[in-house]
């Protein structure tokens, strides 16, 4: 990470979803350049565009995060909760 200047200098990052081993590489960039990324707790699919819109414009990383029950919400009342498995 000593070697980026840029959160975009991250070998294999895009803009979109990113998982594994390039998440894990944003996180401990961001802890050596003593910054936080934020996480967004959404709670509707327009909270979720706005957070989006947001991180576009100014060009940042940023998490969206649910609570278990935000994220049954998400999955609709037709699936059930039962255990957990919708949250």
Sequence with gaps: MASCNSVWDI???KAGVVTGDVAWAILEFAKAKKFAIPA???TSSSTIVAV???AKK???PIM???S???A???AGKA???AGQAAS
């Design 64 to 66: 969206i995060q649910f």
């Design 68 to 70: 278990q029950g935000g």
């Design 40 to 42: 967004f707790n959404v």
């Design 58 to 60: 100014i060009n940042s």
């Design 11 to 13: 070998p294999g990052i």
């Design 72 to 74: 049954q919400f998400m």
């Design 52 to 54: 989006l819109e947001a």
């Design 79 to 81: 699936l059930d909760n």
